[in-house]
Nanobody, 128 residues
Framework: QVQLLESGGGLVQAGGSLRLSCTAS????????MGWFRQAPGKEREFVAA????????TYADSVKGRITISREYAKNTVYLQMNSLKPEDTAVYSC?????????????????????WGQGTQVTVSS
């Protein structure tokens, strides 16, 4: 069982930056692929970014490439989402997720069914 707790959301002006954190409970953090998803009002949840259990591989949604960076810190059981050049369309509830690592060579999971554990989410609002 893994419990995830997000933090770092808030209100920011367009062009600004935020860093989201997701801290995992338990001692198996290093075994999981970690992902970030977001859900805007009236829209379905969508993939944002993922990082492999080793931290050596990352993948991003096209809409955030070049603006958002995912990273993880094993000593703190934490995964981060650094978001720069924020746009109003980035406004959403951001949730982190943990999923069983896929076999070596497989792409990182980019859909909800690739993840087993979810946090409650943190609100990010970008004003124009």
């Amino acid at each position: 069982q893994v419990q995830l707790l997000e933090s770092g959301g808030g209100l920011v002006q367009a062009g600004g930056s935020l860093r989201l954190s997701c801290t995992a409970s338990g001692r198996t953090f290093s075994r999981y692929t970690m992902g970030w998803f977001r859900q805007a009002p009236g829209k379905e949840r969508e993939f944002v970014a993922a990082i492999s259990s080793s931290g050596g591989r990352t993948t991003y949604a096209d809409s955030v490439k070049g603006r958002i960076t995912i990273s993880r810190e094993y000593a703190k059981n934490t995964v981060y989402l650094q978001m720069n050049s924020l746009k109003p369309e980035d406004t959403a509830v951001y949730s982190c997720a943990a999923g069983t690592e896929r076999p070596f060579g497989a792409t990182l999971a980019m859909t909800e069914n690739g993840y087993d554990y979810w946090g409650q989410g943190t609100q990010v609002t970008v004003s124009s």
